[in-house]
């Protein structure tokens, strides 16, 4: 068989067009066939470049880089400035315009646009879109670019590069990295008005692979995601299989803005579908630096707002970062049910949490951690860009403080860890209905207090307290009869009627029990700043 033209520089390790093979560019011929060909003509001389020349490359079925390692598929030029992004209506992804040189025009609704399946390969400099055709259909394995190698024992799609690319418009998720990942880059890649997550990296429970392995050693950088159904990018996040803990991920001067528009595809922290988070990384070895994450679905409204990040597993860095109107809080950490349920290792530095659009009671607070957190450090002024509302952030801060305009020398390190032994319960306390109670506390203190009644009706709460200086109490958590908090003394007849209120006092605190009825108590206190614990002798009637 005489070789072609093509082939002949195919063997001698020339770039061959995509033109050679028939395709071409028009956005209105089916380019489907004439791209395999060129793929899987690479893929018969062991892989090599394929260019795509300028131009609108019309697809009817996914385009599969398979059949040989080292296949690398290079365009003529993204857009990547966002020029033209049209914004949605709350609730509404809208859709991104292109203006960019070649362009990959999914017209089809079932499957990726590009699918990966081997080592080494490369998308270069060019934008995957979707017709309204594709982008009006319902959130399936319609991704932009799917990577994951055949599900075989041993397969792997290792040293991955992604490369000033743009994915734009898909029904679901942006851009999929599935299992064995080791070595791999993500640079300049912009995902925008995608239905489902931004970037999504799992180790297979997504596919529901047989032979799952831990994703792990990717690069992402200088990486945005924007205006996404979902989060703007979500690593692991399935917390019930021990092989989705992805690992060694660094995401540096990525960009997360208008995301979760349609919370119930995002991973949500409790029952509440609402409660979710612009980014959310589970895994183990995780680091984000010079990275800025928007809590806002849309712009310029703040109804409908999100935490910007959510970190859940081991040895998490946290570094220059920028959080902008998260709502309930900046950053929130859980504990990772596949490491005893808990979260350790954590490093918080140099955090900018900017708030200058909304209330002074907004961050409450900024950032959240509870009983499942061990080992976190943090090392960081934290700024804000109207000084004017600083005072609830620092109040409603748990666990540390943060201070507007300080010099280094100011910067104040968190408390460490409270272990165990900190923790102290006191007897049954009988309340009467319409009565308070004061517990002092000797020194300027901050903890927890763990109120839990003898029935439902009675309610219980957790409850985080301040005394002295930067007053306040805070309800954590709660059920059963309305839990209040204040600042103040109570008296038996200061709260409201149904309702059981704790109050932060400058001596200690009062509790008050206007739930209708008698009822017995159980306390537990920790100390976050090591003061007396609540003594059961202490406790008093008002």
Not at 396 to 414: D, N, Q, Y
Request: contains cysteine.
């Amino acid at each position: 068989m005489s070789l072609t033209k093509a082939h002949t520089r195919m063997i001698e390790g020339d770039i061959v067009s995509v033109k050679d093979y028939g395709a071409t560019g028009d956005g209105v011929t089916d380019d489907t066939v004439a791209l395999q060909a060129a793929i899987d003509a690479v893929a018969a001389t062991g892989g090599g470049s394929l260019f795509l020349p300028q131009g609108v490359y019309k697809t009817t079925a996914t385009i599969d880089m398979d059949g040989s390692d080292g296949i690398r598929l290079l365009g003529d030029g993204s857009n990547l400035s966002h020029g033209d992004l049209v914004v949605g209506s709350a609730g509404v992804v809208g859709e991104g315009h292109h203006n960019g040189s070649t362009r990959i025009l999914a017209d089809f609704t079932s499957g990726p646009v590009i699918r990966i399946y081997n080592e080494s390969c490369e998308i270069s400099n060019l934008t995957i879109d979707a017709s309204s055709t594709r982008k009006a259909s319902s959130l399936s394995t319609n991704y932009g670019i799917h990577v994951e190698a055949p599900d075989d024992a041993g397969k792997a799609t290792k040293r991955l590069f992604l490369n000033r690319i743009r994915v734009t418009n898909q029904p679901s998720h942006g851009i999929v990295l599935i299992n064995d990942l080791t070595s791999s880059t993500l640079n300049f890649v912009d995902v925008d008005h995608c239905h489902g997550h931004g970037f999504y990296i799992s180790g297979g429970v997504l596919t529901s692979r047989t032979n799952k392995t831990r994703p792990g050693q990717v690069n992402i950088n200088n990486c945005r995601s924007t205006r996404t159904g979902g989060h703007s990018i979500l690593v692991g996040g399935n917390e019930s299989a021990s092989n989705d803990i992805p690992y060694r991920i660094l995401l540096d001067n990525f960009e997360g803005f208008y995301n979760c528009i349609t919370p119930t595809i995002c991973k949500n922290y409790v029952s509440s579908s609402t409660d979710v988070s612009n980014a959310y990384l589970s895994g183990e070895n995780l680091s984000i630096s010079n990275t800025a994450l928007d809590g806002r679905s849309q712009f310029p409204a703040l109804a409908d707002t999100h935490s910007t990040l959510l970190l859940r597993g081991s040895h998490l860095i946290v570094d220059n970062y920028r959080a902008i109107d998260g709502n309930p809080y900046a950053i929130r950490l859980e504990g990772h049910p596949q490491l005893s349920n808990l979260t350790s290792g954590v490093y918080i530095r140099n955090i900018y949490i900017n708030n200058r659009y909304q209330s002074s009671g907004f961050y409450n607070p900024a950032i959240y951690y509870g009983s499942d957190i061990r080992s976190i450090y943090a090392w960081c002024g934290v700024g804000y860009s109207d000084i004017s509302k600083l005072t609830s952030q620092t109040a409603g801060t748990r666990f540390f403080e943060h201070f507007a305009g300080v010099e280094e020398s100011e910067i104040v390190t968190t408390t460490e860890k409270v272990i165990a032994d900190t923790f102290r319960s006191s007897e049954e306390a009988i309340f009467s209905d319409d009565s308070a109670k004061y517990i002092p506390i000797d020194s300027s203190a901050r903890g927890m207090v763990l109120i839990s009644g003898n029935t439902n009706t009675a309610g219980s709460a957790l409850v985080h307290f301040r005394v002295v200086d930067y007053l306040f109490a805070t309800v954590i958590t709660s059920s059963g009869a309305t839990v209040t908090a204040s600042t103040g003394a109570l008296t038996g007849t200061t709260g409201v009627d149904g309702e059981l209120t704790v109050s932060a006092h400058t001596t200690g605190l009062y509790i008050e029990n206007r739930t209708g009825g008698s009822a017995s108590y159980t306390y537990t206190f920790l100390s976050l700043d090591g003061s007396e614990p609540i003594i059961i002798s202490d406790l008093t009637d008002v």
